[in-house]
């Protein structure tokens, strides 16, 4: 079974992954880690538990570029709570990693204030879809970048 080295995630987010007791990669991390870091759609299923939202979130720490302040990565969610857990392991996971911005937007908190940190350079966004359509329709928001750069590279969003 390979480490996650050997999937392609870097030594500072192994540092950490190693510093919560994460040592081996779970089956659903082994199976997609390697083919969302090739830049291919995955759909992945698995129990509660397993890692699924490690196996997305690492490859997306792997490609944001901390130079761009543009959105690089969006990930939607149902709930606010789930919005809230991601984002949680999200920044765990950068503790060891400079630059990387997360925020996440959903229902039930303080609009302004989400539009005050949606102001500064955030990298990574995690929303519900009702508090996002409210972002695009007020402008506060911006995907354009990310939305065209996944078009002309021929990649598609992670």
Same mark, same amino acid.
């Given at each position: 079974? =390979?480490?996650? +080295?050997?999937?392609?995630?870097? !030594?500072?987010? @192994?540092?950490? +992954?190693? *510093?919560?007791?994460?040592?081996?990669?779970? $089956? %659903?991390?082994?199976?997609? %880690? =390697? $083919?969302?870091?090739?830049?291919?759609?995955?759909? &992945? !299923?698995?129990?509660?538990?397993?890692?699924?939202?490690?196996?997305? #979130?690492?490859? %997306? +720490?792997?490609?944001?570029?901390?130079? !761009?302040?543009?959105?690089? &990565?969006? %990930?939607?969610?149902?709930?606010?709570?789930? &919005?809230?857990?991601? $984002?949680?392991?999200?920044?765990?996971?950068?503790? @060891?990693?400079?630059?990387? @911005?997360?925020?996440?937007?959903?229902?039930?908190?303080?609009?302004?204030?989400?539009?005050?940190?949606?102001?500064?350079?955030?990298?990574?966004? #995690?929303?519900?879809?009702?508090?996002?359509?409210?972002?695009?329709?007020?402008?506060?928001?911006?995907?354009?970048?990310?939305? *065209?750069?996944?078009?002309? !590279?021929? @990649?598609?969003?992670?």
């Amino acid at each position: 079974m =390979p480490d996650f +080295l050997q999937l392609g995630i870097r !030594k500072e987010i @192994n540092h950490t +992954l190693k *510093s919560l007791g994460i040592e081996v990669p779970t $089956s %659903i991390q082994e199976r997609t %880690i =390697p $083919s969302v870091l090739e830049g291919k759609d995955v759909i &992945a !299923k698995a129990q509660t538990g397993t890692g699924k939202t490690l196996a997305f #979130v690492l490859p %997306i +720490l792997e490609k944001i570029d901390v130079h !761009k302040s543009d959105v690089q &990565a969006l %990930i939607l969610t149902p709930t606010r709570e789930l &919005a809230q857990q991601i $984002s949680k392991e999200i920044k765990k996971m950068i503790e @060891n990693i400079d630059g990387v @911005n997360v925020l996440a937007v959903y229902g039930g908190q303080d609009v302004e204030h989400q539009l005050k940190k949606l102001k500064g350079a955030r990298h990574i966004v #995690v929303a519900t879809p009702g508090r996002l359509l409210d972002h695009i329709r007020r402008r506060t928001i911006d995907l354009s970048a990310f939305l *065209s750069y996944k078009v002309t !590279k021929g @990649n598609h969003p992670v």
